[in-house]
C-alpha cells in the first residue's frame, strides 16, 4: 500500500514558538491530504483538508492563523502551529487520499507535540 | 452533521473468545464505510472497506464486517481473537457529498488477555 511519512515524530517546544510538521506521500502523488488531531483516549478530530495548490479548507472551530496549512507540491503539506500553547499539545496525524479509492485514506505515524 | 457512533468504548476478551464491535452512522445517503486499526505505538492502518455490493466485507487478519443498510450498522467481528488483536479500533464514514473526507467514530480500545 501507499506510504505516508510524518516528520518529526515527537517535538517538544517552548511556550510561544512555531512548530512545523511535514507530511509526504512517498510512493505516490497527493492532490489532497487531510490534518487530524488526536487527544488521549479520544477519536481523530479532522482539523483541515490540504489541497495541493490552493487553499486550505479548515473545520469549525480551527483557528486558520494559528494552525498554517501549506500543501506547496504534490508530495508535501506542512502543518505549522503558530506561537504554541500548552492546550495545543497533541498528537498530530496526517493522511493522503489514494487517488484511485475514492474516501480511502492513508494515514502518516503521527507527530506527538508538547509544547512546555 | 453526519456523525458516527461505536458504543464500545472499552473491551475486554480472553483469546479465543469472539468479537463484535458495533458502529452506527448517521447520514442517509451512499457512504463508503471504513474500518481503522491502530496497534500501540503504530499509526492508523485499514482493516477493511466496504464501498458497494455484498455486504459482507472480510478483512486482513481474519476480521469482517456486515453492512446493514436499514440499521445504518457496519459492526466489525472477529470469530476467535487473539493476544496480538490488543490494539484501538476506528470505524469511519465517508458520504459521497464530503468528497474524500473522512468522519470518524469514538474508537473502541480492544484488549485480549492471553
Known amino acids: 500500500g501507499a506510504v505516508v511519512s510524518q516528520h518529526p515524530s515527537r517535538v517538544i517546544c517552548k511556550s510561544g514558538t512555531s512548530v512545523k510538521i511535514e507530511c509526504r506521500s512517498l510512493?505516490?502523488?497527493?492532490?489532497?491530504m487531510f490534518w487530524y488531531r488526536q487527544f488521549p483516549k479520544q477519536s481523530l478530530m479532522l482539523m483541515a483538508t490540504s489541497n495541493e495548490g490552493s487553499k486550505a479548507t479548515y473545520e469549525q472551530g480551527v483557528e486558520k492563523d494559528k494552525f498554517l496549512i501549506n500543501h506547496a507540491s504534490l508530495t508535501l503539506s506542512t502543518l505549522t502551529v503558530t506561537s504554541a500553547h500548552p492546550e495545543d499539545s497533541s498528537f498530530y496525524i496526517c493522511?493522503?487520499?489514494?487517488?484511485?479509492?475514492?474516501?480511502?485514506?492513508?494515514f502518516g505515524p503521527g507527530t506527538r507535540l508538547t509544547v512546555t | 452533521a453526519q456523525s458516527v457512533s461505536q458504543h464500545n468504548h472499552h473491551v475486554i476478551l480472553s483469546e479465543a473468545a469472539s468479537l463484535e464491535l458495533g458502529c452506527n452512522y448517521s447520514y442517509g445517503g451512499t457512504v463508503n464505510l471504513f474500518w481503522y486499526v491502530q496497534y500501540p505505538g503504530q499509526h492508523l492502518q485499514l482493516l477493511l472497506k466496504y464501498f458497494s455490493g455484498d455486504p459482507l466485507v472480510k478483512g486482513i487478519k481474519g476480521f469482517e464486517a456486515e453492512f446493514i443498510k436499514s440499521k445504518f450498522s457496519f459492526n466489525l467481528r472477529k470469530p476467535s481473537v487473539q493476544w496480538s488483536d490488543t490494539a484501538e479500533y476506528f470505524c469511519?464514514?465517508?458520504?459521497?457529498?464530503?468528497?474524500?473526507?473522512?468522519?470518524f467514530g469514538g474508537g473502541t480500545r480492544l484488549m485480549v488477555k492471553p
Open positions: 510512493d505516490f502523488q497527493a492532490t489532497t
Open positions: 493522511s493522503a487520499r489514494d487517488p484511485g479509492a475514492p474516501g480511502e485514506q492513508y
Open positions: 469511519a464514514v465517508n458520504h459521497n457529498n464530503a468528497g474524500n473526507m473522512l468522519t
